[in-house]
């Protein structure tokens, strides 16, 4: 059984909450330059330029990429050789994020009852994912989300014998709702099958996907390139403010579901498609 120090947990994910607001990762980043090869629109293009110019800026300057920092969402695969020593898990990403967000001056946008509404002043509590897996290492995703675009995420409960019809509707009846709410471009991540929340949960995780990646089942790759080329004619555009970019990407992923159902789950994320990612 390998021992893995909590405090080191800790420490880790503070740094991922740094870097994961500071920095895109490099398909998110390339991503953007084909967006601004291909957008013909001119303000569409020059939306697109000083987004690409606010990156550099908040790398260069440590400065975060949006003003909304996000709630911190964090996949955790934990092999099942691996015992955590000093202290639990789950307060140990917690402690990270708290020391993350108050170390990195990063803005606090969570609070800590729903309707009662007070900051709960470091940002935690992180919304945290478990997976048992294989071996004796602990994988870590941070994926802080912004809410503009988390606000416009969607679930719907098909009838199976909507197929994949009703699931280019669902996407994009979404995209077309969300408009310029999200932050356009988007990275449109879609959760089909499972039960109500794991589809939800698929749809989060096929943000982490990177973009210009596809799915290897055949036909779900059709899916999502059919979707990216559809979504790209709504005319949203970049900002919202019109162009051939509303989408960089649309990552899908499935699950077996119930003879009964066909869940699919629309997770929107903007431009700031953020993630950090730490093998320990
Ligand atoms: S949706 Fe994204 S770009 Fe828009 S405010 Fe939130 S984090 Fe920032």
Do not use: W
Request: some cysteine; aromatic content about 4%.
């Amino acid at each position: 059984m390998r021992e893995i120090e909590s405090k080191i947990i800790t420490d880790t994910i503070a740094e991922m909450c740094i870097e994961a607001n500071h920095y895109l990762t490099p398909d998110m980043e390339k991503a953007l330059d084909d967006a601004v090869s291909n957008e013909i629109s001119p303000l569409g293009k020059q939306v697109l330029c000083q987004l690409k110019e606010n990156l550099s800026i908040a790398g260069s300057d440590t400065i975060p990429i949006c003003q909304d920092t996000g709630m911190a969402v964090v996949f955790a695969e934990i092999g099942q050789d691996v015992h955590i020593t000093g202290g639990t898990l789950t307060d140990a990403i917690n402690e990270g994020v708290h020391k993350g967000y108050t170390e990195g001056f990063l803005r606090k946008s969570v609070v800590g009852d729903p309707l009662e509404r007070v900051n709960t002043g470091d940002n935690t509590p992180a919304v945290i994912h478990y997976d048992i897996v294989p071996g004796d290492g602990l994988k870590l995703t941070l994926a802080p989300k912004g809410f503009g675009s988390e606000n416009m995420s969607r679930i719907f409960m098909l009838k199976p014998a909507e197929g994949i019809e009703g699931v280019k509707n669902a996407v994009l009846t979404a995209v077309n709702d969300a408009g310029p709410n999200a932050c356009p471009p988007m990275v449109v991540g879609v959760g089909i099958g499972g039960t109500f929340e794991k589809a939800a949960i698929l749809s989060k995780k096929a943000l982490l996907r990177p973009a210009g990646e596809h799915s290897d089942i055949s036909y779900v790759r059709e899916l999502e390139e059919e979707l990216l080329e559809r979504i790209n004619k709504t005319g949203i555009g970049p900002g919202g403010l019109g162009g051939r970019v509303t989408a960089m990407a649309v990552n899908v992923l499935t699950y077996p579901t119930h003879i009964a159902g066909l869940p699919v789950a629309i997770n929107i994320c903007c431009h700031v498609n953020r993630h950090s990612v730490r093998n320990l």
